[in-house]
């Protein structure tokens, strides 16, 4: 069966196996060009970290897509996180956006403050670091708060005035405590 294509769209179909091309050659790493499977929390050559955003496919179905992102980290670039940081850090790959919300689960946030996290895992640290930052809490004073009280770290978090978002997942450890009737 012949299929006959225009002009754009043959122009188009070039561009892009060129830009593969390209980069290949130059040996590059384009957040775009990675599977899905490692894109949150690696690093493009530019300097840039790359997202995993979802979007509709022909068939209407949610497909995952790796893009850049206009974050630049300062002392990195062409890096995929290791799955031992990713587990050790409690974050997960396949999170579309990440949230400041996590600081309020103590078990991300022991995880995260663990040394096995803190000392070994400096990418994800980095953007956790400014990610807590932009809430107005500094990463580290908040791990050493957790790791001599879980509970009470996560009072002062709460009452420092962080504004956190929306909550965008419960996670299976949240439990919902009846509120104390009154007497």
């Known amino acids: 069966m012949f299929i006959t294509m225009s002009f754009s769209n043959k122009l188009s179909l070039v561009l892009l196996l060129s830009s593969f091309l390209i980069h290949a050659s130059f040996g590059e790493m384009v957040c775009e060009d990675l599977p899905k499977e490692v894109c949150t929390f690696s ?29 630049v980290v300062e002392r990195m670039s062409e890096y995929i996180e290791t799955d031992q940081c990713v587990g050790g850090c409690g974050v997960d790959r396949s999170s579309v956006g990440i949230s400041s919300d996590a600081f309020f689960e103590p078990q991300f946030t022991g995880k995260l403050c663990s040394p096995a996290c803190y000392e070994k895992c400096p990418n994800i640290v980095d953007l956790f670091f400014n990610l807590a930052a932009g809430e107005g809490v500094f990463l580290p004073e908040l791990c050493e708060k957790h790791k001599s009280n879980p509970r009470r770290a996560m009072v002062e978090l709460v009452s420092s005035g962080a504004a956190f978002g929306p909550v965008s997942a419960v996670s299976e450890d949240f439990v919902v405590a009846p509120a104390p009737s009154a007497l």
Request: hydrophobic share 25%; glycine share 10%.
């Open 43 to 71: 690093i493009a050559s530019s300097g840039k970290r790359c997202l995993l955003e979802t979007e509709k496919g022909i068939n209407g179905e949610i497909e995952y897509q790796c893009r850049t992102s206009e974050v």
